[in-house]
């Protein structure tokens, strides 16, 4: 059998789809390679996201900022002045990135001008928190990274 470059374009056609279809079987099947959506119902929460633009703007025109720091007794967030507990009613949600079972809810319950995370909650590593909550008819949203 005679050796030529037609044979060898054949070949190598051949041998390029051959790893092609190894690589397509191979990520859709071994479970290492499944990566899903981050957060369920992804499209329902993209269509509420102009809300959260304006809840956040919202947050902009509050005298100061809100500042969060880690305490013995576990998270703390402080507010400005003007939010106290009596006009205020929301939900604290912190999202753990690397586990689901982590995650969890709390009513937005101030102390003061306050808000803590108990240190029995949280386990060290990075957590998201949302603080979404509405004073005297004004909703707000505060979305931060913090690393507990």
């Given at each position: 059998?005679?050796w030529?470059?037609?044979?060898g374009?054949?070949?190598?056609m051949?041998?390029f789809?051959?790893f092609?279809?190894?690589l397509?079987?191979t990520?859709s099947?071994d479970k290492?390679y499944?990566?899903?959506?981050?957060?369920?119902e992804?499209?329902?929460k993209?269509?509420?996201?102009q809300?959260?633009?304006?809840?956040?703007t919202?947050?902009k025109?509050?005298s100061?900022?809100?500042?969060?720091?880690?305490?013995?007794?576990?998270w703390?967030?402080?507010?400005?002045?003007?939010?106290?507990?009596?006009?205020?009613?929301g939900?604290?949600f912190l999202?753990?990135?690397?586990?689901?079972?982590?995650?969890?809810e709390v009513?937005?319950?101030?102390?003061g001008s306050k808000l803590l995370?108990?240190?029995?909650r949280l386990?060290?590593?990075?957590w998201n928190?949302?603080?979404q909550?509405?004073?005297?008819?004004v909703?707000?949203?505060?979305?931060?990274?913090?690393?507990y």
């Open positions: 059998m005679k030529n470059w037609g044979k374009l054949v070949v190598g051949i041998s789809m051959v092609i279809l190894y397509v079987i990520m099947t290492k499944s990566h899903d959506l981050v957060t369920e992804y499209y329902a993209e269509m509420a996201y809300e959260e633009i304006d809840q956040e919202n947050l025109t509050l100061n900022q809100i500042i969060g720091k880690k305490t013995i007794e576990g703390l967030i402080s507010f400005p002045e003007e939010i106290h507990q009596t006009n205020s009613k939900t604290v999202y753990r990135p690397s586990n689901q079972i982590l995650d969890f009513p937005f319950v101030l102390s995370i108990p240190d029995n386990v060290d590593g990075r928190i949302t603080i909550w509405e004073t005297e008819g909703p707000y949203l505060y979305k931060k990274s913090i690393m």
